[in-house]
């Protein structure tokens, strides 16, 4: 029998189980991201908390990611990616569960950061996972899938929080309810295959032979996948390290506004005209809709427009967006919300495209390693951010805040319009890195 090229194969069941399991990471990263926030209202006079706790805890999780992303990364490339897929699962949990039973404000971060970790190293293992079971013309779908469960496991945290928002000690319930979804994806991970990129990087060709027949029904080959061995150092070589530095600056600059709505969204759409407690929850949940949503249109962009022009719109709204929350005062809550809408909307070509292109922009040998890497280097920014944001607040108030995204904004948008590349139609075994570098160099 004639083998078919893996990029020819259509789109069967179990790319939909891969693409939908392997979600599950960003999924409770979102949700476990915000539900803090809308505990906060709870935590806050329970525990005794003040600014600056407030902003530990906030900056706990990421502070966690910057580990678990940069540390497993590696891990993912040596070991492969189906291990780590469901040992990190178990590790979120479990430490749900015991978040449960804090009682004191340093017990309550360490479960954050700890969470952080296990949810760090998923990102990595999830999204090269994803990557590899997905030809050229499902690439940006499936990737943009991946973006858009983080934004259904953040809206599905504001739900949880308003719903258990009057109820005596709902935090602990809050904290601890990203166990369910936890015991969900564990099922439908369970009998998931190894990535087969991985397996003919490492040289087990036999195996992956077996399981193509076996999930596909044919033989199957891969272009120009060829056995090498993972070299961490490799990210930093004259090839390599201009696009870890380029994603690396245009993720920081979505993410930092963004985590700052997310981790406290109740409260600064309460200073910003919605009255605080639940009223404030669940404008929340109508901006994390506009955050979803914005990934749909975007998953169809990427192909048909291309990832830079998306790129470079999207960060031209996100900035005129928080540019009008900053400077005008006294919107009313409705353009409030319509502003904040125009924001998140828009920021679901910047968060698909923080997956998709260091997931396109490196081989398969140190494709988990680069996404931990670039994840880690944005989450130094976000994890400051996050812990001063409560101080900055207090200090200069929120208009100003909503400048410094915009700043901040602005930053990703000359970044983007000075070095984003495009990568659309290229393979993943495509050398893609020099075909840009002759472009762009």
């Known amino acids: ?33 915000v539900i803090i926030g809308v505990a906060l209202g709870q935590l806050t006079p329970e525990l005794k908390l003040d600014a600056e706790w407030i902003g530990l805890l ?3 999780t990421l502070a966690g990611l910057f580990i678990g992303t940069s540390l497993f990364g590696y891990i993912c490339d040596r070991v492969g990616r189906r291990k780590m897929f469901l040992i990190d699962i178990i590790a979120i949990g479990l430490i749900s569960i015991a978040t449960m039973f804090v009682s004191t404000p340093a017990e309550l971060l360490v479960m954050r950061v700890l969470i952080g970790i296990v949810i760090g190293a998923d990102y990595p293992i999830a999204t090269s996972m994803i990557t590899e079971f997905s030809n050229t013309r499902q690439r940006a779908f499936a990737v943009g899938f991946i973006a858009a469960m983080w934004y259904v496991g953040a809206t599905c945290a504001d739900l949880v929080g308003f719903w258990l928002h009057d109820v005596e000690g709902g935090w602990r319930w809050m904290l601890g309810s990203a166990f369910i979804p936890c015991v969900l994806i564990l099922i439908g991970r369970f009998d998931l295959p190894e990535s087969p990129r991985w397996l003919l990087r490492k040289g087990r060709i036999k195996e992956c032979e077996q399981m193509m027949l076996k999930l ?67 404008g929340n949940v109508v901006i994390s809709l506009f955050f979803m949503l914005g990934c749909i249109p975007a998953m169809y962009w990427l192909n ?29 809550i409705w353009l ?66 909503m400048l410094m995204g915009a700043f901040i904004s602005l930053v990703g948008l000359a970044v983007s319009v000075i070095f984003a590349p495009e990568t659309r139609g290229m393979s993943l075994t495509k050398t893609a890195q020099m075909t840009i570098m002759q472009k762009y160099h």
Not at 263 to 276: A, N
Not at 314 to 329: E, H, I, K, P
């Open 336 to 401: 409030v919300v319509i502003a904040f809408a125009v924001y998140a909307f828009f920021s679901g070509g910047p968060g698909i495209l923080q997956w998709l292109y260091p997931n396109e922009l490196f081989p398969t040998e140190i494709r988990a390693s680069a996404v931990g890497v670039i994840m880690s280097i944005s989450r130094i920014g976000t994890v400051i951010s996050t812990w001063a944001l409560p101080v900055f607040i207090t200090e200069y108030g929120i208009n100003a805040v």
């Open 1 to 33: 029998m004639q083998p078919r090229n893996f990029d020819d194969i259509h789109f069967t069941s179990i790319h939909r189980r891969i693409m939908l399991w392997g979600s599950g990471g960003p999924f409770l990263d979102g949700y476990v991201l």
């Open 304 to 332: 048909k427009i291309g990832r830079r022009p998306l790129l470079i719109g999207s960060f031209a709204m996100m900035t005129l967006a928080l540019a009008v929350l900053g400077l005008v005062s006294n919107l009313g």
């Open 58 to 60: 906030g900056a706990g």
């Open 216 to 282: 596909f029904g044919e033989p199957v080959v891969f272009d120009e996948e060829t056995q090498q061995e993972t070299r961490f150092m490799a990210l930093f070589n004259k090839r390599h390290f201009p696009f870890v530095l380029f994603v690396a600056v245009i993720w920081t600059c979505q993410v930092i506004p963004m985590f700052a709505i997310y981790t406290f969204g109740p409260q600064i759409v309460g200073l910003l005209g919605w009255d605080h407690g639940r009223d404030a929850a669940l």
